[in-house]
């Protein structure tokens, strides 16, 4: 009998499996904040809808090798054009959090994003995967000082680059959360900050939680961003205008994200949001993906329609409270597999030539890529 390789136990079978397995082991509080988004969650259903009105244009008998995964990100190598987004508090799902994560990034050749507001602070995360490529999340908010001091930890722990998340002035409007009276405890969100008299956590995420937002501009954080020589990435961008000024700014990349439907409710899927983006920055600067992949094929989808890079959220989330690092692992080699057998099903010869010409609409609109 031909067997299909890798079977690992039922509860981690698939991606759509994984996710129900990390569901049933949460608090059901905790899986409404994993799961929620903001308002009347448009935007989170939208993410995934938007996936659907995209189908392949596959071509058959392409004579091609084993389709090639392999890519780069600002100078860093990965084994396939996918990252792990900075998810916070990361400590619900499972107690080595980021720590697991990075492990895992490892293991799959890939690197990750380290959130600023992690239960494990950047120097745990990395003495926990010391040779993982990563990159280092940061909210541009709260005091200077601060963000000047954590742009120093960042270069002090050997990143990569840095993540700027830019649709943060503050939090969603998180009905499920509110429903829940659910109260993110500092322990899961304080990795980056102890108490230990330099900087209060409030005065870093207060307006995050308490919608008193000062938003910072691009000039602000162009003159902070003087300070690094690291690249860094501007996370949050949903418009053609907006990436042209993140450019502007000193970005060396613009990530298209609606930060998975949990910010502003109503702004459209960022699969639609990332048409108008790559053709703005048109090449110049590398493209990064999320909100709403859920499978290999979703990673396709975005590489054809502008992403060089596609960044899992939610995904890498269930994976950790299903299995920790293993957990992740399963989730990153799972997603592998399928984007190789998308590719070969699709006559494509690796992720660095896929274009619009890969995919057809769905839905009968002729909509001009
Ligand atoms: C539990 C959770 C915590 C998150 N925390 C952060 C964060 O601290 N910083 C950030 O930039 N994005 C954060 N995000 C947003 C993700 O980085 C990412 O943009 C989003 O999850 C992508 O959508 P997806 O989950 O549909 O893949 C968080 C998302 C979730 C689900
Ligand atoms: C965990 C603090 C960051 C919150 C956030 O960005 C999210 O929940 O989406």
Sequence with gaps: MVAFKSVSTPEMSTLS?????????????????????????GTLTANRAAFSRWGFRQRVMSGLDVPDLSTSLLGTDLAMPVLTSPFGADGLFHPDGQKAVARAALAAGIALVVPEAGTHSLEDVVQAAPKAARIAQLHP????????RMLRRIEDAGC??????????TGG????????????????????????????LIEVFGQLFERSAVVW???RLASLMAHTHLPW??????????????EAAGAAAVYVSNHGGRQLDGVPAALDAL?????????????????????????????????????????????????GQA???????????EIRTVLTLLGHGGVRDLGPGALVRLDGTDTPM
């Design 17 to 41: 499996q994984i996710r129900l397995t990390a569901l049933s082991r949460l608090a059901p509080e905790v899986a409404d904040f994993l799961e929620g988004g903001a308002g009347d969650e």
């Design 141 to 148: 908010m709260g005091p200077e000082q601060n963000f000047l």
């Design 160 to 169: 990569q680059a840095i993540c700027l998340t830019v649709d943060c002035p």
């Design 173 to 200: 409007w998180r009905e499920r959360v509110l429903r829940n009276a659910f109260d993110l405890d500092a322990r899961f969100v304080g990795g980056n900050y102890p108490d230990d008299g330099q900087t209060r």
């Design 217 to 219: 501009s691009w000039e």
């Design 233 to 246: 990435i501007a996370k949050g961008i949903m418009t053609a205008d907006d990436a042209l000024a993140a």
């Design 275 to 323: 048409v108008e983006v790559a053709r703005a920055v048109d090449g110049r600067l590398p493209v990064l993906f999320d909100s709403g992949v859920r499978r290999g094929a979703d990673v396709v989808k975005a590489l054809a329609l502008g992403a060089d890079v596609v960044v899992i959220g939610r995904l890498a989330a269930y994976g950790l409270t299903a299995g």
């Design 327 to 337: 957990g992740v692992e399963r989730v990153l080699s799972l997603l592998h597999d």
